[in-house]
């Protein structure tokens, strides 16, 4: 790593332990969604009225019922029955993952650049999380696909560093090789910021570790198998990783060379976009 990347790297974890960083707070819409689905009993009038506050978040969840991959013989075509259809605690997880986009703005055009790039892969890698883990677990895909959207939370707070200090800016190798130490660690530290679920919590600093072996499938898996498959043909250093050598993959049983699975997932990365 070279110098710059080193003093960078070295200002932001002395941040970090002096609670100095300011780190981006959870959309105003999420919080409401997250109080109004801590009430066992809400309905799902009370949870449209919520998420219908916010005209985008509305029309990406009644997008999402309508994809391939969940699309009845009905198209849906309001909230409420979106809601209805994908349940209450599911649609609360479902738009608290989708609303982050809010959140990747940025002053410069290119910071508002790599940020794009970030959300884009988060919501295939999302994708390919919710269908692995509706098809061939018993975990939540709701929790799976916000994992795989929050996975790379960490890259913002960097990305707001870099606007304010314009020596990192422009130099890409540097700002890349900091987002690559450190984001992971920052990602955890927002989440548990954010007070998202213990099963979360820890992912952004796991999901990288390709020796992992938990004891039975977990979310961290999932993105993580969904984040290698995503990142084939490209020079992200996941590309080298074969599907079948992860240890996650072998978990779940399936088979890497097969092309119906690999259509199937390819069609995932479409879910959210």
């Known amino acids: 790593m070279n110098k710059l990347a080193e003093k960078v790297q070295r200002d932001l974890v002395q941040a970090i332990d002096n609670d100095d960083l300011v780190l981006p707070t959870l959309p105003e819409v999420a919080l409401k969604i997250r109080k109004a689905a801590e009430d066992p009993e809400i309905s799902v009038s009370t949870l449209s009225k919520v998420i219908g506050g916010d005209t985008a978040l509305s029309a990406r969840l009644i997008k999402v019922v309508n994809s391939p991959l969940l699309r009845a013989s009905q198209e849906v075509t309001d909230l409420h029955t979106a809601i209805t259809r994908l349940g209450v605690n599911y649609s609360s997880n479902l738009a608290i993952g989708l609303v982050m986009e809010q959140i990747f703005h940025a002053r410069s055009e290119v910071v508002e650049q790599k940020m794009r790039e970030v959300w884009r892969k988060s919501l295939e890698i999302a994708g390919v999380s919710y269908v692995l883990c509706r098809n061939f677990t018993l975990l939540k895909p709701d929790q799976a696909a916000l994992g795989g959207l929050v996975h790379q939370i960490g890259v913002l707070p960097i990305l707001t560093y870099a606007e304010d200090h314009y020596e990192l800016l422009a130099d890409p190798l540097s700002l890349d090789h900091v987002i690559d130490s450190i984001h992971p660690l920052l990602g955890d530290e927002l989440l548990k910021v954010w007070e998202f679920p213990e099963m979360l919590a820890k992912l ?15 979310y961290v898996d999932l993105v993580q198998i969904a ?26 049983g399936l088979d890497p060379e097969s092309s119906a699975l690999a259509e199937q997932l390819n069609e995932a990365r479409e879910m959210f976009r």
């Open 227 to 252: 984040s290698v498959f995503c990142h084939q043909g490209t020079t992200h250093p996941f590309a080298h990783m074969a599907l079948g050598n992860l240890k996650a993959f072998i978990k779940l």
């Open 204 to 218: 952004p600093g796991q999901y990288l570790n390709l020796e992992r072996d938990s004891q039975g499938i977990d």
